[in-house]
Protein backbone atom coordinates (compact mmCIF):
# COMPACT_ATOMS: atom_id res chain seq x y z
CA UNK A 1 0.00 0.00 0.00
CA UNK A 2 1.33 3.61 -0.64
CA UNK A 3 2.65 5.85 2.11
CA UNK A 4 -0.65 8.58 1.42
CA UNK A 5 -3.34 5.76 1.75
CA UNK A 6 -1.99 4.36 4.73
CA UNK A 7 -0.86 7.76 5.96
CA UNK A 8 -5.38 8.27 5.78
CA UNK A 9 -6.06 5.26 7.26
CA UNK A 10 -4.00 5.10 10.26
CA UNK A 11 -5.72 8.65 11.57
CA UNK A 12 -8.50 6.44 13.68
CA UNK A 13 -11.92 7.18 14.28
CA UNK A 14 -13.37 8.26 17.56
CA UNK A 15 -13.37 5.06 19.89
CA UNK A 16 -16.14 6.14 22.17
CA UNK A 17 -18.51 7.98 19.17
CA UNK A 18 -17.20 7.35 15.86
CA UNK A 19 -16.50 10.69 14.75
CA UNK A 20 -14.59 10.60 11.66
CA UNK A 21 -12.63 13.22 12.46
CA UNK A 22 -10.84 12.84 15.76
CA UNK A 23 -12.57 15.24 18.61
CA UNK A 24 -10.91 18.08 19.87
CA UNK A 25 -10.37 16.90 23.77
CA UNK A 26 -10.92 20.44 25.05
CA UNK A 27 -9.76 19.47 28.88
CA UNK A 28 -7.55 20.14 32.09
CA UNK A 29 -8.23 16.87 33.52
CA UNK A 30 -9.87 13.38 33.35
CA UNK A 31 -12.38 11.98 36.24
CA UNK A 32 -10.72 8.56 37.69
CA UNK A 33 -12.77 5.68 39.03
CA UNK A 34 -10.21 5.65 41.83
CA UNK A 35 -6.53 7.28 42.34
CA UNK A 36 -4.63 5.97 39.44
CA UNK A 37 -7.53 4.09 37.87
CA UNK A 38 -8.35 5.53 34.77
CA UNK A 39 -9.13 5.61 31.03
CA UNK A 40 -5.49 6.17 30.29
CA UNK A 41 -5.23 9.82 30.45
CA UNK A 42 -5.27 11.80 34.28
CA UNK A 43 -3.64 15.44 33.15
CA UNK A 44 -3.63 16.80 29.89
CA UNK A 45 0.10 18.54 30.16
CA UNK A 46 1.05 14.73 30.28
CA UNK A 47 -1.25 13.39 28.22
CA UNK A 48 -4.10 14.32 25.81
CA UNK A 49 -6.22 12.30 23.32
CA UNK A 50 -6.25 14.33 20.61
CA UNK A 51 -2.29 15.34 20.76
CA UNK A 52 -1.84 11.65 21.54
CA UNK A 53 -3.46 10.64 17.17
CA UNK A 54 -1.04 13.48 16.26
CA UNK A 55 2.13 11.64 18.19
CA UNK A 56 1.03 8.60 16.84
CA UNK A 57 1.08 9.85 13.21
CA UNK A 58 3.98 11.82 13.76
CA UNK A 59 6.00 8.77 14.47
CA UNK A 60 4.71 6.53 11.15
CA UNK A 61 5.00 9.59 8.59
CA UNK A 62 8.83 9.37 10.30
CA UNK A 63 8.94 5.54 10.45
CA UNK A 64 9.79 6.29 14.18
CA UNK A 65 8.66 4.72 17.72
CA UNK A 66 7.71 7.95 19.10
CA UNK A 67 6.00 11.17 18.42
CA UNK A 68 5.90 13.93 20.46
CA UNK A 69 4.02 17.15 20.11
CA UNK A 70 5.10 20.36 21.32
CA UNK A 71 4.07 23.86 21.17
CA UNK A 72 7.33 25.37 19.08
CA UNK A 73 9.44 24.06 16.84
CA UNK A 74 11.81 25.52 18.87
CA UNK A 75 10.29 24.25 22.27
CA UNK A 76 11.18 20.64 20.72
CA UNK A 77 14.63 21.68 19.66
CA UNK A 78 14.98 22.33 23.56
CA UNK A 79 13.40 19.33 24.41
CA UNK A 80 16.08 17.48 22.53
CA UNK A 81 19.01 19.58 24.12
CA UNK A 82 17.67 18.78 27.65
CA UNK A 83 19.06 15.51 26.80
CA UNK A 84 22.59 17.45 27.09
CA UNK A 85 24.50 18.19 30.39
CA UNK A 86 27.55 20.47 31.28
CA UNK A 87 30.50 19.57 29.42
CA UNK A 88 29.02 17.96 26.20
CA UNK A 89 29.69 18.97 22.70
CA UNK A 90 27.29 19.42 20.09
CA UNK A 91 28.48 19.49 15.99
CA UNK A 92 25.86 21.56 14.61
CA UNK A 93 25.96 22.60 10.60
CA UNK A 94 27.03 25.80 10.18
CA UNK A 95 24.03 27.48 8.43
CA UNK A 96 21.90 26.25 11.16
CA UNK A 97 18.39 28.20 11.88
CA UNK A 98 19.32 31.00 13.85
CA UNK A 99 16.96 30.09 16.40
CA UNK A 100 18.55 26.96 17.07
CA UNK A 101 21.75 29.42 16.83
CA UNK A 102 20.48 31.47 19.70
CA UNK A 103 19.48 28.89 21.97
CA UNK A 104 22.70 27.31 21.71
CA UNK A 105 24.42 30.35 22.57
CA UNK A 106 22.73 32.42 24.78
CA UNK A 107 20.64 29.56 26.74
CA UNK A 108 23.04 26.52 26.46
CA UNK A 109 26.39 27.91 26.42
CA UNK A 110 25.76 29.36 30.05
CA UNK A 111 25.15 26.29 31.19
CA UNK A 112 28.44 24.66 29.96
CA UNK A 113 27.44 22.81 26.49
CA UNK A 114 29.82 23.99 23.55
CA UNK A 115 28.73 23.67 19.69
CA UNK A 116 31.06 23.49 16.75
CA UNK A 117 29.41 24.45 14.03
CA UNK A 118 30.88 23.04 10.57
CA UNK A 119 29.98 23.13 7.08
CA UNK A 120 28.14 19.39 6.84
CA UNK A 121 27.89 19.32 3.49
CA UNK A 122 31.40 17.37 3.49
CA UNK A 123 30.50 14.99 6.28
CA UNK A 124 34.91 14.88 6.77
CA UNK A 125 33.97 18.13 8.54
CA UNK A 126 31.61 16.76 10.93
CA UNK A 127 33.73 13.85 11.67
CA UNK A 128 36.53 15.92 12.27
CA UNK A 129 35.08 18.31 14.84
CA UNK A 130 33.73 15.26 17.19
CA UNK A 131 36.05 14.91 20.44
CA UNK A 132 35.65 12.26 23.33
CA UNK A 133 32.67 15.12 24.78
CA UNK A 134 30.67 15.29 21.49
CA UNK A 135 27.07 13.79 22.41
CA UNK A 136 25.06 15.11 19.76
CA UNK A 137 25.37 16.18 15.86
CA UNK A 138 22.79 18.28 14.44
CA UNK A 139 22.14 19.20 11.04
CA UNK A 140 19.51 20.28 8.78
CA UNK A 141 18.96 19.74 5.31
CA UNK A 142 18.31 21.37 2.53
CA UNK A 143 19.30 24.16 4.90
CA UNK A 144 18.09 27.94 4.77
CA UNK A 145 18.25 29.84 3.05
CA UNK A 146 20.70 28.47 0.54
CA UNK A 147 19.47 24.72 -0.27
CA UNK A 148 23.11 23.23 1.24
CA UNK A 149 22.61 19.36 0.95
CA UNK A 150 24.39 17.37 4.05
CA UNK A 151 24.62 13.69 3.35
CA UNK A 152 22.25 11.86 5.87
CA UNK A 153 23.39 8.00 5.85
CA UNK A 154 27.37 9.42 5.70
CA UNK A 155 26.62 11.80 8.71
CA UNK A 156 24.52 9.02 10.75
CA UNK A 157 27.87 6.47 10.24
CA UNK A 158 29.95 8.72 11.73
CA UNK A 159 27.75 9.47 14.39
CA UNK A 160 27.10 5.57 14.97
CA UNK A 161 31.02 5.36 14.98
CA UNK A 162 31.68 8.03 17.57
CA UNK A 163 29.12 7.00 19.77
CA UNK A 164 26.82 10.47 19.23
CA UNK A 165 23.14 10.67 18.28
CA UNK A 166 22.40 12.44 15.55
CA UNK A 167 19.15 14.31 15.06
CA UNK A 168 18.14 16.03 12.01
CA UNK A 169 15.61 18.89 11.73
CA UNK A 170 13.70 17.91 8.99
CA UNK A 171 11.06 21.09 8.50
CA UNK A 172 12.64 22.03 4.83
CA UNK A 173 11.93 18.86 3.19
CA UNK A 174 9.11 16.94 5.18
CA UNK A 175 8.41 13.29 5.78
CA UNK A 176 6.62 13.54 2.52
CA UNK A 177 9.78 13.75 0.65
CA UNK A 178 12.86 12.60 3.33
CA UNK A 179 12.96 10.45 6.23
CA UNK A 180 15.94 10.84 7.74
CA UNK A 181 15.43 7.89 10.37
CA UNK A 182 15.35 5.54 7.48
CA UNK A 183 18.84 6.38 6.98
CA UNK A 184 20.08 6.17 9.97
CA UNK A 185 19.58 9.16 12.16
CA UNK A 186 18.59 8.74 16.00
CA UNK A 187 16.23 11.95 16.01
CA UNK A 188 13.93 14.26 13.46
CA UNK A 189 12.85 17.34 14.90
CA UNK A 190 10.30 19.43 13.14
CA UNK A 191 8.93 22.93 13.17
CA UNK A 192 5.24 21.88 12.24
CA UNK A 193 4.75 25.60 11.83
CA UNK A 194 5.94 25.17 8.18
CA UNK A 195 4.86 22.40 5.52
CA UNK A 196 3.32 19.88 8.00
CA UNK A 197 0.77 22.48 9.11
CA UNK A 198 0.62 24.13 6.19
CA UNK A 199 -1.67 26.72 6.25
CA UNK A 200 -0.36 29.30 8.23
CA UNK A 201 -2.41 29.12 11.03
CA UNK A 202 -0.47 27.57 13.63
CA UNK A 203 2.69 27.14 15.93
CA UNK A 204 3.43 23.67 16.55
CA UNK A 205 7.13 21.48 17.01
CA UNK A 206 7.42 17.54 16.63
CA UNK A 207 10.45 15.06 17.86
CA UNK A 208 10.57 11.46 16.68
CA UNK A 209 12.60 9.35 17.89
CA UNK A 210 13.83 5.96 16.07
CA UNK A 211 13.74 3.84 19.27
CA UNK A 212 11.39 3.84 22.25
CA UNK A 213 13.72 4.62 25.00
CA UNK A 214 15.14 7.68 23.38
CA UNK A 215 11.16 8.35 22.95
CA UNK A 216 11.08 8.51 26.85
CA UNK A 217 13.36 10.50 27.51
CA UNK A 218 12.26 13.05 25.42
CA UNK A 219 8.87 12.19 26.54
CA UNK A 220 9.90 12.77 29.79
CA UNK A 221 10.89 16.83 29.24
CA UNK A 222 7.55 17.27 27.41
CA UNK A 223 5.93 16.62 30.77
CA UNK A 224 8.31 17.80 33.13
CA UNK A 225 9.25 21.00 31.48
CA UNK A 226 5.76 21.71 30.03
CA UNK A 227 6.02 22.90 26.03
CA UNK A 228 3.26 21.25 24.85
CA UNK A 229 0.63 21.67 21.87
CA UNK A 230 -2.98 21.97 23.20
CA UNK A 231 -5.49 19.63 21.73
CA UNK A 232 -6.98 22.52 18.95
CA UNK A 233 -3.73 23.10 17.92
CA UNK A 234 -2.62 19.27 17.71
CA UNK A 235 -6.02 18.85 15.70
CA UNK A 236 -5.35 21.61 13.03
CA UNK A 237 -1.98 19.84 12.56
CA UNK A 238 -3.67 16.77 12.03
CA UNK A 239 -5.68 18.08 9.59
CA UNK A 240 -2.93 19.78 7.58
CA UNK A 241 -1.20 16.26 8.00
CA UNK A 242 -3.82 14.47 5.55
CA UNK A 243 -3.12 16.62 2.87
CA UNK A 244 0.55 17.26 3.16
CA UNK A 245 1.55 14.52 0.57
CA UNK A 246 -0.61 16.34 -1.76
CA UNK A 247 0.64 19.36 -1.18
CA UNK A 248 4.06 18.44 -1.20
CA UNK A 249 3.58 17.19 -4.74
CA UNK A 250 2.67 20.43 -5.89
CA UNK A 251 5.10 22.77 -3.84
CA UNK A 252 8.07 20.27 -5.46
CA UNK A 253 5.98 20.27 -9.37
CA UNK A 254 5.74 24.16 -9.06
CA UNK A 255 9.11 24.94 -7.71
CA UNK A 256 11.08 23.30 -10.15
CA UNK A 257 9.04 25.05 -13.13
CA UNK A 258 9.91 28.29 -11.08
CA UNK A 259 13.89 27.48 -10.69
CA UNK A 260 14.03 26.09 -14.30
CA UNK A 261 12.08 29.77 -15.51
CA UNK A 262 14.99 31.93 -12.65
CA UNK A 263 17.58 30.07 -14.18
CA UNK A 264 17.26 31.20 -18.08
CA UNK A 265 16.31 34.71 -16.89
CA UNK A 266 18.81 37.76 -17.69
CA UNK A 267 19.21 39.53 -14.73
CA UNK A 268 19.64 36.50 -12.35
CA UNK A 269 22.99 35.67 -11.20
CA UNK A 270 22.68 32.01 -9.45
CA UNK A 271 19.40 29.73 -8.74
CA UNK A 272 20.12 27.53 -5.89
CA UNK A 273 17.41 24.36 -5.48
CA UNK A 274 18.47 21.39 -5.11
CA UNK A 275 16.31 20.12 -7.91
CA UNK A 276 18.90 21.67 -10.54
CA UNK A 277 21.51 19.48 -11.88
CA UNK A 278 23.66 22.20 -11.53
CA UNK A 279 23.17 22.17 -7.74
CA UNK A 280 26.32 20.68 -6.22
CA UNK A 281 23.90 18.68 -3.82
CA UNK A 282 21.74 17.49 -6.96
CA UNK A 283 22.80 14.07 -6.74
CA UNK A 284 22.83 13.33 -2.91
CA UNK A 285 19.28 15.07 -2.58
CA UNK A 286 18.40 12.87 -5.64
CA UNK A 287 19.75 9.58 -3.52
CA UNK A 288 17.98 10.61 -0.23
CA UNK A 289 14.76 12.49 -1.10
CA UNK A 290 11.74 11.73 -2.97
CA UNK A 291 11.21 15.21 -4.27
CA UNK A 292 13.32 19.06 -4.15
CA UNK A 293 10.57 20.98 -1.64
CA UNK A 294 8.96 24.09 -2.17
CA UNK A 295 12.05 26.65 -1.65
CA UNK A 296 14.22 28.70 -4.47
CA UNK A 297 16.88 30.90 -3.50
CA UNK A 298 18.06 33.23 -6.15
CA UNK A 299 20.66 36.39 -6.25
CA UNK A 300 20.54 38.81 -8.54
CA UNK A 301 23.36 40.00 -11.03
CA UNK A 302 23.46 43.31 -9.41
CA UNK A 303 24.18 42.04 -6.21
CA UNK A 304 22.98 44.85 -3.82
CA UNK A 305 20.95 44.62 -0.98
CA UNK A 306 18.91 47.67 -2.96
CA UNK A 307 17.87 45.54 -6.12
CA UNK A 308 17.02 42.83 -3.89
CA UNK A 309 14.91 44.78 -1.64
CA UNK A 310 13.09 46.26 -4.89
CA UNK A 311 12.17 43.33 -6.20
CA UNK A 312 10.83 42.00 -3.04
CA UNK A 313 8.46 45.13 -2.83
CA UNK A 314 6.93 44.40 -6.50
CA UNK A 315 5.59 41.44 -6.56
CA UNK A 316 1.86 40.73 -5.81
CA UNK A 317 1.50 37.39 -5.13
CA UNK A 318 4.71 36.55 -3.29
CA UNK A 319 3.97 38.27 -0.18
CA UNK A 320 6.97 39.76 1.62
CA UNK A 321 6.99 37.57 4.96
CA UNK A 322 9.28 35.39 7.01
CA UNK A 323 8.44 31.96 7.41
CA UNK A 324 7.35 29.04 4.61
CA UNK A 325 5.58 26.21 4.06
CA UNK A 326 2.23 27.67 3.64
CA UNK A 327 -0.18 27.07 0.87
CA UNK A 328 0.46 30.68 -0.21
CA UNK A 329 3.11 32.03 -1.70
CA UNK A 330 5.91 34.09 0.39
CA UNK A 331 9.27 35.85 -0.69
CA UNK A 332 12.04 36.95 2.06
CA UNK A 333 15.43 38.82 2.04
CA UNK A 334 17.41 37.01 3.82
CA UNK A 335 20.35 39.82 4.45
CA UNK A 336 18.01 42.13 5.85
CA UNK A 337 15.68 39.86 7.65
CA UNK A 338 16.35 36.31 9.04
CA UNK A 339 19.96 36.49 8.70
CA UNK A 340 20.30 40.16 9.35
CA UNK A 341 22.35 39.35 12.82
CA UNK A 342 24.75 37.69 10.87
CA UNK A 343 27.98 39.74 10.22
CA UNK A 344 28.18 40.43 6.70
CA UNK A 345 31.18 39.06 5.90
CA UNK A 346 30.13 35.36 7.91
CA UNK A 347 26.97 35.85 5.93
CA UNK A 348 28.66 35.91 2.63
CA UNK A 349 30.74 33.07 3.29
CA UNK A 350 28.26 31.00 3.92
CA UNK A 351 26.62 31.91 0.60
CA UNK A 352 24.06 34.46 1.38
CA UNK A 353 24.49 37.02 -0.90
CA UNK A 354 23.21 40.57 -0.74
CA UNK A 355 20.66 40.17 -2.87
CA UNK A 356 19.50 36.53 -2.04
CA UNK A 357 16.25 36.60 -2.57
CA UNK A 358 14.41 33.54 -0.87
CA UNK A 359 10.98 31.96 -2.23
CA UNK A 360 8.25 29.59 -0.54
CA UNK A 361 6.94 28.36 -3.49
CA UNK A 362 3.01 27.85 -2.49
CA UNK A 363 -0.38 26.06 -4.44
CA UNK A 364 -1.03 29.06 -6.80
CA UNK A 365 -1.06 28.32 -10.56
CA UNK A 366 2.97 27.97 -11.01
CA UNK A 367 1.90 30.34 -14.21
CA UNK A 368 0.57 32.93 -11.98
CA UNK A 369 3.84 32.93 -10.08
CA UNK A 370 6.35 33.69 -12.86
CA UNK A 371 4.12 35.96 -14.19
CA UNK A 372 4.47 37.60 -11.00
CA UNK A 373 8.30 37.19 -10.92
CA UNK A 374 8.09 38.51 -14.53
CA UNK A 375 6.45 41.49 -13.69
CA UNK A 376 8.65 42.17 -10.38
CA UNK A 377 12.09 41.67 -12.62
CA UNK A 378 10.61 44.20 -15.43
CA UNK A 379 10.33 47.04 -12.62
CA UNK A 380 14.27 46.06 -11.89
CA UNK A 381 15.92 47.95 -14.57
CA UNK A 382 17.51 45.29 -16.15
CA UNK A 383 20.71 45.84 -18.49
CA UNK A 384 22.34 44.03 -21.00
CA UNK A 385 19.11 42.12 -21.42
CA UNK A 386 18.30 39.58 -23.81
CA UNK A 387 15.33 37.79 -24.54
CA UNK A 388 14.80 34.35 -22.63
CA UNK A 389 13.00 31.00 -23.27
CA UNK A 390 9.84 30.71 -22.31
CA UNK A 391 8.71 27.22 -21.03
CA UNK A 392 5.10 26.53 -20.39
CA UNK A 393 4.36 24.19 -17.23
CA UNK A 394 3.45 20.44 -17.17
C1 LIG B 1 10.88 27.82 11.70
C2 LIG B 1 11.96 26.85 11.95
C3 LIG B 1 12.26 26.42 13.26
C4 LIG B 1 11.57 26.99 14.49
O1 LIG B 1 10.24 26.60 14.55
P1 LIG B 1 9.07 27.49 15.26
O2 LIG B 1 7.86 26.64 14.99
O3 LIG B 1 9.05 28.80 14.59
O4 LIG B 1 9.42 27.56 16.71
C5 LIG B 1 13.25 25.46 13.40
N1 LIG B 1 13.92 24.95 12.35
C6 LIG B 1 13.67 25.36 11.09
C7 LIG B 1 14.45 24.78 9.96
C8 LIG B 1 12.69 26.31 10.84
O5 LIG B 1 12.45 26.73 9.58
Not at 126 to 153: F, G, Q
Not at 192 to 197: D, E, M, N, V, W
Not at 328 to 356: D, E
Request: charged share 20%.
Amino acid sequence: MHSTTKLLHSIPVDPLTGAVSIPIYQTSTFVQEAPGINKGFDYSRTDNPTRAVLESIAAQLEEGSTGIAFGSGMAAIDAVLKMLKTGDEVVAIDDIYGGAYRLFEQVYKKFGVKVIYVDASQPENVYRAISSRTKLIWIETPINPTLKISDIEAIAKIAKANGCLLCVDNTFASPALQKPLSLGADLVVHSATKYLGGHCDLIAGLVVTKDKELGEKVKFFQNACGAILGPLDSWLLIRGIETLPLRIRQHCRSAQFIAEFLELHPAVDRVLYPGLKTHPGHSIAKKQAKGFGGIVSFSLKEDTEQAAISFVSATNLFQLAESLGGMKSLVSHPATMTHKTIPPVRRRASGVANSLIRLSVGLEEPEDLVADLEEAFSKLEVKNSRPHAKTAYV
